[in-house]
């Protein structure tokens, strides 16, 4: 038997509780994991209250991304006590995920745990720090090195934001942080932030074309913030967009893109090809400091989940939120 949070639709209301299950209640997989961590996301968010129309079927156990080790595979690329990573590829969506002490998965979807990484570290930065380090990989891919001058994070004081502020620190860029929270300030400066503006000054309509204010940008929100952005990115600026916190419209012109060449780069961490991922998780191994899991991640219990999962989707959720499975 093993402890879950289940999600169970009634009266078109999505309701979230700690059931105690049996193994033979899991879904398909070639490999049963015992889930250490896991984490909380913007879309685990919208999962549990309901908000969002994230998962298709139920009973399910939310949880986009989780870690710990193989108890049994069928797979000869996994034995019993491997440690593993799981993010992404529907998992706590159509999939049963990682709110819970088993999961079974495929075993494509899998990544081994990179060395000097454990599990709770590899939950800290969880789906929204290899998000971030994909969007920063799409940016190096265009040519966007420290020198070419300041880039804006976007949706700073979220989990993507915060993990890409300090990559982009730890790499030597200027990192300009947009935050909705004015009392965030002097943190996200103190994970590496050069300096914070205000998320109103990215609220204005834009025109087609503004001053030109980022050598790139990492955005979390979309919509008239993207727009905005896109109108001051540096000529053969880019900006790598992965989130629609602030909705998934994009009212904007081809301008920034025929007369300066920017370029909008799509990231997805959902369906990334495995490779892919495994260059991103080492990468973050190597560039993220000790100090980074200290003051990055807020530790939760399962039975804590349904009210953080409340806040995170009213933006009241500072960094990373850390489940103790």
Known sequence: MF?????????????????QLDESALPAGDVVVGVKYSSLNYKDGLAITGKGKIVREFPMVPGIDYAGHVI????ERYQPGDAVILTGWGVGENHWGGMAE?????ADYLVPM????????????????????????????????????????TGASGGVGSVAITLLNQLGYQVVAASGRATNGEWLKSIGAHRVIDRAELLEPARPLEKQLWAGCIDTVGSNVLAKVLAQIDYQGAVAACGLAGGFDLPTTVMPFILRGVKLLGV??????????LQAWNRLTELLPESFYAQAATEIE??????????????????????RV
């Not at 402890?3 to 059931?19: F, G, H, R, S």
């Not at 088993?102 to 495929?106: E, F, G, N, Y």
């Not at 997805?268 to 991922?277: A, K, L, T, Y």
């Open 3 to 19: 402890n879950a949070l289940v999600l169970n639709q009634q009266d078109k209301k999505t309701i979230a509780a700690i059931e």
């Open 72 to 75: 049994s595979s069928q797979d």
């Open 102 to 106: 088993r999961a079974s998965v495929r």
């Open 114 to 153: 990179p060395a000097g990484l454990d599990s709770r570290k590899a939950m800290i930065i969880g789906t929204a720090g290899l998000t971030a380090m994909l969007c920063l990989m799409a940016l190096e891919s265009t040519g966007i090195t420290p020198d070419k001058g300041e880039i804006l994070v």
């Open 268 to 277: 997805d961490s959902v369906m990334c090809p495995f490779e892919q991922r």
């Open 302 to 323: 399962l039975q804590a989940v349904p009210e953080m999962a409340e806040a995170i989707t009213l933006g009241q959720v500072t960094g990373r939120t850390l489940i």
